[in-house]
C-alpha cells in the first residue's frame, strides 16, 4: 500500500460527485451579491468596504464553487486520520528530530486555524487529496463575511460554508476556539487582552482580516490591538503593548520558529510561559513541516508505530505520493519531473515551490545541490479542477483548491480559492476566496 494508490471503485456517491462537477462547469450564476457585501464590511467602520475591495478586487470571486457531499465527507476523513497519527507519541518524537529546537517547547494550546488544503483532480481520480497543510491559516473571518453576501441562485437544497457549525455561526466557533486555547493554558481566568501579530501588518494582504478580528475580540469585551512583532516587550513578568499586558497573541507571522531578530521579544515570552501563543512553533513542526507527508505515506513505519489498517487505507487514498527528496536521486526524479511538485519543507503560500514541468534545469540543479538552504519534498502532481466562469466576456477555466479550517480535530469551515497559475495568488479576474454549496449526495442523486 502506498499514497500513490489505484483509485476506488464507481459507488453510488459517484452520481453527486459527477453533478458537482458539471455545475462548476455549467453554472453561471452569479451569487455575490455586492449591496450585502458593503453592508457587512462597513458595520466594521465607515469606508472599510472601499479599503478592502478598491486595493484587492480579486480578494472575492463572484460565484459559488460546488462540492459534492461524498467530498465533504472524505476529505474529514483524511483529516481525522492525520489527527490520530500525529497524537502518537512516536511520531512526535520522530518529527522534532527534524524540527526546530524551539518546537520541542510544549504549549497546553492546540493551535487555532489549522488550514488542509486538497485538489479534488478529475472525477476519475477518486478521493480529494491533501496537497499540504498550514498553521496560522487566513481567510477564515473574511470567507464568514462572504457567506453572509451571497445570493441563493441556484435551486440546490443544501446549506452554505459545509463544516460542522451544528447551527452556530463562523465568528461564534472562532471566538470559542480562542477561550479555548486560553482555557487550556489558563483556566479559568478572564482573557482580557490579545495581540494580532504581523510583520508590518497594515502592508498584508489579508490585514482588513486582521481588523475583523479586532472588533470580534473587542465586541467580546477583550482589549485588541494589531501589531507589528518588534511593538512588543517582556518586561515585568508578561508581554507588553504599550501599557497593556498581554494574555494572548494570535500568531499570523510566517517565522515558524521566531528565528528573526525582530521576533526575540515574542520568542522569548513563549518560552517564559510569559504569553499564550496560538498557532505557535510546536504546532507548525508537527503538522506543517512538509516531510511530514512523506512520513505519512510510509505504510511500513506507520504500521510499525500501531497505526490501523483503516487509518493507513484512508492515509493512501487521501495523500498524493510524497518522499523527501534525495539528492542521490537526482536522474531519477529529472526523468519524471512532470509528475511531481517540489515544495520546500517550511514553505508556505506556494512560495520557491516549483511544478516539475516548469521548473528549469538551473533550478532542479539548485534544488538538488541544496544551495538554497531548504530541504525539499517531491509531492505527486494532482492536478487541481477548474470552476469555468465567465469573465470579461469570455469563458475561463480558473483553478480550484480546498481549504478546510480545522481546529481540535474539528472541521469548522470550507472555503474555495479560485485563481490561474501555478499557486494561489489573488490577483485573477474572477478570481479569490469563493463560498462553497454542498451538493447532497442520496437516492436519486
Known amino acids: 500500500m502506498n499514497c500513490n494508490a489505484s483509485p476506488p471503485p464507481p459507488s453510488p456517491s459517484h452520481g453527486c460527485i459527477a453533478l458537482a462537477e458539471r455545475l462548476n462547469i455549467d453554472c453561471q450564476c452569479v451569487s455575490l451579491d455586492r449591496d450585502r457585501l458593503r453592508a457587512e464590511l462597513e458595520q466594521t467602520s465607515p469606508g472599510f468596504y472601499a479599503e478592502v475591495i478598491e486595493t484587492r478586487p480579486h480578494l472575492f470571486a463572484e460565484s459559488l464553487v460546488f462540492v459534492s457531499g461524498a467530498h465533504v465527507r472524505s476529505m474529514a476523513s483524511t483529516i481525522a486520520a492525520i489527527e490520530r497519527v500525529v497524537a502518537l507519541p512516536d511520531f512526535q518524537e520522530h518529527v522534532l528530530q527534524y524540527a526546530p529546537e524551539i518546537a520541542r517547547h510544549r504549549s497546553a494550546a492546540r493551535g487555532v486555524f489549522l488550514g488542509y488544503d486538497f485538489h479534488l483532480g478529475p472525477l476519475e481520480h477518486g478521493q480529494p487529496q491533501l496537497i499540504e497543510i498550514n498553521t496560522n491559516a487566513g481567510g477564515g473571518m473574511l470567507n464568514a463575511v462572504l457567506e453572509r453576501a451571497q445570493l441563493r441562485c441556484c435551486d440546490i437544497s443544501a446549506a452554505l460554508l459545509p463544516g460542522q457549525l451544528g447551527g452556530d455561526t463562523p465568528e461564534h466557533l472562532f471566538l470559542e476556539m480562542f477561550l479555548a486555547e486560553w482555557r487550556a493554558a489558563r483556566g479559568a481566568a478572564p482573557l482580557r487582552s490579545i495581540a494580532i501579530v504581523d510583520d508590518d501588518p497594515a502592508a498584508q494582504y489579508l490585514h482588513p482580516e486582521f481588523v475583523l478580528f479586532q472588533r470580534l475580540f473587542e465586541r467580546n469585551d477583550m482589549h485588541a490591538v494589531i501589531c507589528d512583532p518588534r511593538d512588543l516587550m517582556l518586561c515585568h513578568g508578561g508581554l507588553w503593548h504599550e501599557q497593556t499586558r498581554i494574555d494572548l497573541v494570535y500568531c499570523r507571522l510566517t517565522d515558524f520558529a521566531l528565528e528573526e531578530p525582530a521576533h526575540t521579544a515574542l520568542r522569548a515570552a ?55 527528496v534525495d539528492p542521490a536521486r537526482a536522474n531519477e526524479y529529472w526523468v519524471r519531473r512532470k509528475q511531481l511538485f517540489f515544495k520546500p519543507a517550511a514553505g508556505f503560500g506556494g512560495k520557491a515551490a516549483y511544478r516539475g514541468e516548469k521548473i528549469t534545469r538551473r533550478v532542479f540543479d539548485e534544488i538538488m545541490a541544496g544551495a538554497n538552504q531548504s530541504e525539499y519534498v517531491a509531492q505527486a502532481l494532482v492536478p487541481p479542477s477548474a470552476r469555468h466562469l465567465e469573465v470579461a466576456g469570455e469563458t475561463v477555466a480558473l483553478k480550484l483548491d480546498l481549504r478546510n479550517y480545522v481546529y481540535d480535530g474539528r472541521v469548522q469551515l470550507i472555503a474555495a480559492r479560485l485563481y490561474r497559475g501555478q499557486t494561489t495568488n489573488f490577483r485573477t479576474p474572477g478570481g479569490g476566496f469563493a463560498a462553497v454549496l454542498e451538493v447532497p449526495c442520496g437516492e436519486g442523486v
Not at 510561559?273 to 512553533?281: E, I, Q
Not at 505519512?296 to 508505530?305: F, G, N, R, S
Open 270 to 324: 513563549y518560552l517564559a510561559d510569559a504569553v499564550v501563543l496560538t498557532p505557535h512553533p510546536r504546532a507548525h513542526a508537527l503538522y506543517a513541516d512538509k516531510r511530514n507527508l512523506a512520513l505519512l505515506c510510509d505504510e511500513p513505519l506507520l504500521a510499525a508505530w500501531g497505526v490501523d489498517d483503516e487509518t493507513r487505507r484512508q492515509l493512501a487514498a487521501g495523500i498524493p505520493r510524497t518522499e523527501r
